[in-house]
């Protein structure tokens, strides 16, 4: 098992976590299997509680584990089904030092960061390779180098390089090379005091990646490579790219690979990156262009719907249709009504919680439902146009979910039985995946290709199945259901070209080569 850390220097924000795919990618297209791992050092146990105006999207994983971000990348990128040990946060390791602590584990020791938090970290990042049977354990080191937080992972993996062997670790550090001047010329100098400090937690890196808005010019390259004391084949540009899918070629095509399997010692297995040329060639040939109007509330951080952002990617290679996104605030429609949504191609409702801008995205889903523009709700995007028919339908014009009218007559939308006792917030939403069944007739069984599926879950309410016989007969259908037919997971509007909604997230499975089914059907009747 050999290892590949991937640690961030001189600012937050280079793009690290699709550096540290992309070289996945390259060592996969190897032959070799990859296990990724994400280091958070903030003190959350998980992502699960973080607000993702603050932090981005919480990735939920098959597991049901609430994660950083990243671990979205990964999969998409390397195509694999991870679990919640393959994002390790400071809170998750002292929490498991403290326990064993407790339990008198450690037989009187004083218990220190060094040797006992450092030895859980490297015996986490083991297990998850033994696990798996990895060639090579990739992680990447959240933060920057020189953060107080990250100084115990630092450490470990420093340990881990020395108990390994030189040719068992390869230390990858990005940087910023940021271009100054009349001339533009490229300075090298944050990448020198960034490196002096990685050095000072006792690790020479073998390979740093520059990011930049261009290539590195050849003297830039050379120049790292001295002062940084890496050979020239070491240091790679990344710049700005058109897509994210391209930096894996990017990389590839400066030698990368072959570097790394020469240093790790790795026999080359031939490459293959065929049906990754082949996704990257659709994606940017499109035959058409539609517009997407994307309804939430963090539309100012783009990172909060990553995952929408990278479905919607995903179905315009398969579809070869253009999406272009129209970020809407929901807030917007209550102060400025429906029409902003006009000439818009399809309306995406995506995921959320809290009660600003609820009225606007209800709006947005009758706007949709009454126009006949195709449509797709996500989890409160779901719940929200069964408020909205049960409104306009039904003729109860109070209805709501009691997440945000808790006296409501009518709570279309009301919490999950099981929901009534838990009292903390971290973990205790329904999670994950869960199987669900589809009526063999309906739109979204023809989209899956198939009547059973698995789809992953973050949610506190569900429809309130007293109303279903009166939504269903007035028009609104549930054509997916789990748990025994109890639940209600997938509705259509009968009579509409296309409105089609999920409890699950569909766009957090969705990967370059296997596109989320409902993205890809939204955007194909977007384009028809
Ligand atoms: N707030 C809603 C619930 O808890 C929707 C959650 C979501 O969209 N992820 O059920």
Known sequence: MKFVVVTGGVLSGLGKGISTSSIGVLLKSQGLRVSPIKIDPYLNVDAGTMNPYQHGEVFVLDDGAETDLDLGNYERFLDVDLTGDHNITTGKVYRAVIDKERRGDYLGKTVQIIPHITDEIKSEIRGVGERERADIVLIE?????????????????????????????????????????????????????????????????????????????????????????????????????????????????QGLTEYILKTLRV?????????????????????KEVEIALVGKYTHLKDSYISHIEAFHHAEAAARVRVNLRWVESMDIEKK???????ADGILVPGGFGDRGIEGKIAATRYAAENGIP???????????????????????DANSS??????????????????SVKGMGATMRLGAHEIHLDPGSMASKLYGSATIHERHRHRYEINPEYIPKLEAAGLTYVGRSDNGRRMEVLELRGHPFFVASQFHPELRSRPLRPSPLHLGLVRAAAS
């Open 141 to 253: 080191m959240g933060g920057t180098v020189g953060d107080i937080e990250g100084m115990p992972f630092l450490e470990a993996v420093r340990q881990l390089g020395q108990e390994v062997g030189k040719e068992n670790v390869l230390f990858v550090h990005t940087t910023l090379v940021p271009v100054m001047g009349a001339v533009g010329e490229q300075k090298t100098k944050p990448t020198q005091q960034s490196v002096r400090e990685l050095r000072a937690a006792g690790i020479s890196p073998n390979v740093i990646v520059a990011r930049g808005e261009r290539s590195l010019e050849p003297d830039t390259k050379r120049k790292i490579a001295f002062f940084c004391d890496v050979p020239v084949e070491g240091v790679v540009s990344a710049p700005d790219a058109a897509t994210i899918y391209d930096v894996p070629l990017l990389f590839d095509g």
């Open 267 to 287: 026999e080359p297995k031939g490459e293959d990156l065929e049906a990754w040329k082949d996704f990257l060639d659709r994606l940017k040939t499109p035959e």
């Open 337 to 343: 009504g429906v029409k902003i949504l006009e000439g």
């Open 375 to 397: 449509f797709q709700g996500v989890c409160l995007g779901f719940q929200l146009a069964t408020v909205g028919f049960a409104r306009a339908g039904l003729g109860l014009k």
């Open 403 to 420: 997440e945000f009218d808790p006296k409501t007559p009518d709570p279309v939308v009301d919490l999950l039985p099981e929901q009534r």
